[in-house]
């Protein structure tokens, strides 16, 4: 990023010295090693330190009003969250439900159109997605507000009606991803020989793709539910830009406006770790549901 | 094998044709075969691969794989045509009335779930008897297989038992509804035969003792003999005899059955010599920490063959892949033609591994599917010999001729080979090195029988052509009665015994030679009988 958020905050009639001023006191004028070092050993013991913006350009100030990054990031957090679970909710069961209906009519005309239906809405991006649903949602049929906005005082009630269409707009981009991917890994088990063989001993088609594809496929789809899982975190970005929704997403790009590192740092570290957690649980479930690495011999 | 006075008629098949798509067109599987058998009665169904003996073997269920369909036919089973039900009716007589054992058992158990379950799924779907009872009796069926730990044997997962105990699991399972049919589809193929004749006996007494009609699928004559009541022969979709099995292994009509056991009298005289093309010297090789060969000395005698034989985990693949370099020994010496050769590929000349050629069991997959037979063969000419051009190709074309091909093969790729033509490119690309020593690794055993002799056969006529050592690998005594002069038999990572053929196959024999060389099926319908009244007493 060009530029720091001393020459961002004074703008361009700044003079050198109050420039200089300025970064002496936030200590960018350190060097970097250093200066990484005393970040990573600050996270560790919990302190992100403190937001560049909002503090007293007079130094000693009672009114400064520059907050830690901790307090800033974690109402904003809790928003994202939220919306990533209710999306979560709302997509996964109806991923794998699309998924394993289509596997078990495959080539059907439902099948086709779900996995037609499907690359549509995956191709779209989300921010053409979003307006769509403000057009048709918002705007033609008033039935969703625009503007998700949230604050600590609204209702859990309210937060549903809210944040229905981000959550609808994550739903849509991250869902097709997953039910492709349910109904390709149980299609692949289906050739094995011990469908044959369940066939041959009288199973049923739902016997046959629940009891004995399913288990077998637990891996490769909880590898691509946690991906997406993921993508609808870090994607809320632009879903909350959208919707103009408090989300950390918002946070993250109003404070690399600002040049207001404490805070991408910190957002950035949040979004790091959620994908490396992330995977880390994937990889468990398909230790979990794979008995031979569950039971070695 | 139970004498039916009463002749039932329990499956009665009329003029069956089956189609199959492959390579984008119809073929024809089957061509109108019939095939009757009766309660109780075991049918034996032999022929190579591709007679349409696994096809059939389904249709007597009304099932055929995603890809073929019954074009016409007729399929009574208790009076009822399979042909004309829906699949919702016959999942009800699936599993419960008719029941099917796999030939790959390691593939066919659901790697999910637990054994118990698999055994008693059909039954319980059925809701033949109560879950308990019917693990009870699952238990029982382990027992009267001679399963190990027959009460805790069904809480294990697949792959935490043998190939032979999952065989035998699966016929408990097939067995747990009590059928009045059971489809055994090459059930004990893959199988090593010091194992095959422990499934052989328990599947066989278990028949017996509830009276199960059985059709018996397999390529192996022998076996055949020794399950089945009457054997019927198949060859391209179409019958070539039928008859009780006293009958046909005693007096075959057609010429095609005789040809089906001719491998079995393909013998050659043994000659040895001291003048050692290789011998190998107290070796020991491991993979990672686990230690596989122990202290094994082999010598092979210039322009004669060695067969090396035991059963799988025996250690015989892993000492060729010793004597190619590819594993590297961690103690003892190898010497080539009066040199110690380095253990590590990487360490030896050029010439050192033009010498030494091998030729894989699976010719699928010991090819390039992308490269044309010109490719495959003229690579190692042009590799070791720096031919090129002309003389390449004409180089090619005679070698091509020497394993009884042409030059209309040149520019074929391997998908578009049999596989005995695949096999034979194979030996040809091993000659166009112009070794000295040549691995045969279990080359026939992927083949039919018929094929297995004409490969056995030029790879004899090459030995007195060109004077070529082999060392041939293999688990198959008739192979080795064929093609070797001396012979090692090898268990548990140990040489149990080296010397001339005639004295490995003549008694007297270590205990272990004994249990391998018994296990071997014969041609009689009563040897499995005689060997089991044998091993009890």
């Known amino acids: 990023m060009p530029g720091d958020f001393a020459t961002e905050i004074l703008g361009q009639s700044a003079t050198k010295s109050s420039v200089e001023a300025l970064r002496s006191e936030l200590g960018l004028d350190k060097h970097p090693i250093p200066r990484y070092f005393e970040w990573l050993s600050n996270v560790f013991q919990g302190d992100f330190g403190s937001s560049f913006s909002g503090r007293s350009k007079v130094q000693g100030d009672q009114g400064d009003r520059s907050r830690l990054v901790v307090e800033l990031i974690i109402p904003r957090l809790k928003n994202t969250l939220f919306l990533t679970g209710v999306s979560a909710l709302v997509a996964i069961p109806l991923a794998l439900l699309l998924g394993i209906s289509a596997a078990l009519y495959r080539n059907s005309v439902y ?187 | 094998m139970t004498s039916n006075n009463k002749k039932e008629l329990l499956l009665e098949m009329k003029n069956i044709h089956i189609d199959g798509f492959s390579d984008e067109r119809w073929h024809k599987i089957l061509k109108g075969v019939d095939l009757n058998l009766y309660r109780g009665e075991i049918l034996g169904l032999i022929g190579e691969s591709g007679a349409g003996k696994s096809t059939m073997g389904k249709a007597a269920m009304g099932y055929t794989q995603p890809g073929c369909k019954i074009i016409k036919g007729e399929i009574f089973f208790n009076g009822t045509d399979l042909a004309k039900l829906t699949e919702f009716e016959k999942r009800k007589i699936w599993g419960t009335k008719i029941s099917y054992v796999a030939q790959s058992a390691a593939a066919s158990f659901n790697p999910a779930h637990r054994l118990m379950d698999q055994t008693i799924s059909a039954a319980n779907r059925a809701k033949i008897n109560p879950t308990d009872l019917l693990r009870k009796d699952a238990v029982q069926l382990y027992e009267s297989l001679q399963l190990p730990d027959a009460k805790n044997i069904g809480e294990r997962y697949p792959h935490q038992v043998s190939g032979g105990q999952l065989q035998r699991i699966m016929t408990a399972m097939a067995m747990s509804p009590r059928p009045e049919l059971i489809i055994f589809d090459e059930p004990t193929t893959a199988l090593d035969v010091t194992t095959q004749v422990e ?202 001729k020497m394993i009884e091909l042409d030059e209309t093969f040149l520019d074929r790729l391997p998908s578009e080979l049999s596989g005995g033509q695949k096999q034979r490119i194979c030996i040809a690309r091993a000659l166009a090195a112009n070794p000295d020593l040549i691995i045969c690794d279990e080359v026939t055993s992927a083949l039919d029988q018929i094929v297995q002799e004409g490969i056995l056969k030029l790879l004899q006529k090459l030995q007195k052509d060109l004077g070529v050592t082999y060392i041939f690998i293999t688990h198959d005594i008739a192979t080795v009665k064929a093609i070797s002069d001396e012979i090692v038999v090898m268990y548990q990572g140990k040489v149990v015994e080296q010397g001339l053929k005639s004295k490995i196959l003549n008694p007297p024999h270590p205990d272990y030679t004994e249990l391998l060389l018994s296990s071997v099926p014969e041609m009689d319908p009563d040897w499995l009988t005689n060997l089991l009244n044998k091993r009890s007493n």
């Not at chain 1, 001993?201 to 789809?221: C, D, F, M, Q």
């Not at chain 2, 005693?250 to 290789?278: A, C, F, G, H, Q």
Request: net charge neutral.
């Open chain 1, 111 to 297: 099948d086709r159109s779900a996995t037609g239906f499907s690359l549509i809405t995956v191709s779209s991006p989300e921010f053409f997605t979003g307006y769509i649903f403000i057009l048709l949602l918002a705007t033609l049929f008033p039935v969703f507000p625009t503007i998700a906005n949230v604050n600590e005082d609204t209702s859990l009630i309210d937060r549903f009606y809210l944040t229905a269409l981000p959550v609808f707009t994550l739903t849509l981009v991250t869902m097709g991803h997953m039910m492709r991917m349910t109904r390709s890994a149980i299609i692949n088990i289906l050739s094995s020989e011990y469908i044959e063989m369940a066939k041959l001993s009288g199973a049923t088609r739902y016997e046959v793709i629940v009891k004995h594809a399913l288990p077998n496929a637990w891996a490769p789809i909880a590898q691509v539910i946690t991906i997406n899982l993921a993508y609808m975190l870090i994607g809320s970005v632009v879903v909350e830009f959208v919707f103009n929704y408090q989300g950390i997403g918002r946070l993250m790009v109003g404070s690399v406006y600002n040049r207001d590192i404490p805070v991408v740092q910190a957002c950035a570290l949040i979004f790091a770790s959620t994908y490396v957690i992330l995977n880390l649980l994937a990889d468990l479930i398909g230790i979990i549901s794979n008995p031979r690495l569950l039971y070695p011999k």
């Open chain 2, 199 to 400: 499934v052989l006996s328990a599947m066989r007494s278990i028949v017996d003792k509830f009276n199960t009609a059985a059709i018996y699928i397999t390529h192996d004559l022998a076996v055949v003999a020794q399950m089945a009541d009457r054997i019927k022969v198949l060859r391209y979709g179409e019958e070539v005899e039928e008859s009780e099995t006293r009958e046909m292994l005693s007096n075959p009509k057609e010429e095609y059955t005789k040809s089906l056991w001719s491998v079995r009298s393909l013998i050659k005289p043994e000659e040895t010599n001291n003048d050692y093309m290789l011998s190998i010297k107290n070796i020991d090789a491991a993979y990672g920490s686990s230690k596989v060969l122990h202290d094994v000395s082999v010598n092979i005698p210039r322009g004669k063959t060695v067969a090396i034989v035991g059963e799988s985990g025996s250690g015989k693949s892993t000492t060729a892949r010793v004597i190619t370099g590819l594993l590297p020994q961690t103690k003892g010496e190898i010497i080539f033609d009066g040199k110690k050769l380095s253990p590590k590929l990487e360490q030896r000349s050029k010439e050192e591994l033009r010498r030494i050629q091998i030729i894989f069991q699976m010719p699928d997959t010991a090819m390039n599917p992308k490269q044309t037979v010109d490719e495959i063969i003229g690579r190692p000419i042009e590799f070791y010999h720096g031919v090129k051009g002309k003389e390449r190709e004409t180089k090619v074309i005679e070698l091509l």
